[in-house]
């Protein structure tokens, strides 16, 4: 997944006549939004992540983005200007880099999760995302489209995604010369690099974070540029880095009170679960067994409980467990502790004792989703479908559009042989993720099934037609 936002951007620039405007940006007043209408930018957004959810380098783990999410809320909470309902995920990518797409999703590589060497880095990264968009940079950057525009706009991006992953399409090859030609005028322009730097130096202060954090982390992403051209981080070709940004950056940085602060215990937790995952389960089992004879890690719980996620990799479970038990003597505490200590009684089949470690963890921890999202599976593997049913349905009410808990409700169905109820499920969860299409033929599915009664039927109805016209509008609107 190389140079995945700049792809996009460079895409939608490529059109004719759209996005660049000869005569400079608009001033970066703060009311001042001119450009896309934030409905606009949010199904623009909305639609090019159904191509990155596809994508496999989509991490679809919730422990990681769970992290990465409450981070960037966290961060977000602070924020000033335009806020759209966030959303953070991660991208499976050595290459260091993150992006903010059009409506208020922002995307990390893993590569710059594992480069940065304080939870404050990261967050000085997030933040400064999540600027560009309070700022409305990108709806700026897009300029004013008609809707026709939009859909071109689109469509561009959905093929330059699909040459991505296949590379010897003519189209892309095409496509990347002339996006290199054209990579200058695509990036933020500094004048919103700086706004988006000092106004991320606010939300990061706020929120409690290190502010020398941005300084050097930048700081080591330009070191990394000149020394490495190939790896050079994809970051710095959407925002352009330069020693002046970052000698404005120390400035202001300067001007604050030193503030220590404490890495969570999640920040290295996550790292060594993401590290775990490099290479062959052999090379990283290997890798943690020298770091951990060597005595080389910053935190021994962290450089452990990669070990350990290793060796479950590496189906090497009784040493695996062996860690568990070490990291809880060294009193680690973490619900990533305990989704790994599930993990492992459920890799050895021991689905009751997986169960108990999960319903006392959802206790424990009741805010981490990841692990409620384990205890339903668990539920559904140990065949207790009725138990896993009203403990979705609970959870739905409290976060309502959860496509992972809706997948995992028609999964319970399913199980349960209810089969207008699995499809009906299935439907929400595609809707949650934006897929109307796959949603409205489950909810046929469902409407077929005739194993509902009068009243299930007619809301399974109701639904399809209301999706139906949706769809509709949604033709009407492109053309
Ligand atoms: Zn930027």
Known sequence: MKSFLWLILAGLLLLPGALLRADGLPDLGESDRAGLSPQAERRLGEQIMQEIRRDPAYLDDPEV???????????????????????????????????????????????????????????????????????????????????????????????????????????????????????????????????????????????????????????????FGRLYENNAPGYLRTHPLTTERITDMENRIAQRPYRQVVDSVEFGLVRAKLKAQDGTPGEAVADFATQLKSGKYARETDARFGYAHALLRDNKLAEAENEVATLRRLKLESPLLEGLTAQLRLKRKDGAGALQILHAAVQRYPHARALTYALIDAQIGAGEARAALALTQKELQLTPGDARLYALQAKTYARLGQRLHQHRAQAEAYLADGLLNPAIEQLDQASRAGDGDFYEQSQVDARLRELKQRRLEELRRRR
Do not use: C, W
Request: glycine share 8%.
């Open 65 to 223: 983005a769970g992290y990465v999410s409450q981070l960037g809320q966290r961060l977000a909470s602070h924020a000033e200007g335009v806020r759209p309902a966030f959303e953070f995920f991660v991208v499976k990518d050595a290459m260091l880099n993150a992006f903010a797409l059009p409506g208020g999703y922002i995307g990390v590589h893993t590569g710059l999760i594992l480069a940065a060497r304080t939870e404050s880095e990261l967050a000085a990264v997030l933040a400064h995302e999540i600027s560009h968009v309070t700022q409305s940079h990108l709806a700026r950057l897009f300029g004013k489209q008609s809707q026709a525009q939009l859909a071109v706009l689109l469509s561009m991006a959905v093929a330059i995604l699909a040459a991505r992953s296949n590379p010897d399409v003519a189209i892309g090859a095409a496509l990347s010369g002339q996006a290199a030609g054209i990579q200058q005028q695509l990036n933020f322009s500094r004048d919103f690099e700086r706004e988006a730097d000092r106004l991320g130096l606010n939300m990061l202060e706020q929120a409690g974070y290190d502010t020398r954090g941005m300084a050097s982390f930048f700081e080591r992403m330009l070191q």
